[in-house]
């Protein structure tokens, strides 16, 4: 997977097709992402450790991460991202710029 938590990406699919938002949870095993205001679901909850007196929350569900791209805040739009090894140090890169978007992975 590509993406990691506090990356900016747009969704492309969905019912919040458009948003652009950071990512919450990168969730590996089931392929998901936790997007900040993407899928957001009201829950039924009883009093407890979650809500003191019970009642309905609003949470983020997990989006599919296909349902997502990295958006590139120099660019302004969405951007696909690849590797590249440097010195021995593999490196995420803006396919379209080859700009490297992050420190060491």
């Not at 949870?25 to 900040?36: A, C, M, P, S």
């Not at 791209?69 to 951007?79: Q, R």
């Amino acid at each position: 997977m590509r993406l990691k938590k506090d990356d900016k990406v747009k969704v492309i699919s969905g019912k919040d097709k458009g948003k652009v938002s950071k990512i919450l949870k990168v969730l590996k095993d089931k392929n998901k992402i936790v997007v900040e205001g993407v899928n957001v679901v009201k829950k039924h909850v009883k009093p407890g450790v979650i809500s003191k007196e019970g009642g309905i929350i609003s949470i983020e569900k997990p989006v599919d991460v296909s349902n997502v791209m990295y958006y590139d805040d120099s660019s302004k739009k969405v951007v696909k991202i690849g590797y590249k090894l440097v010195d021995g140090k593999k490196y995420r890169v803006s396919k379209e710029t080859g700009e490297i978007l992050d420190k060491k992975i």
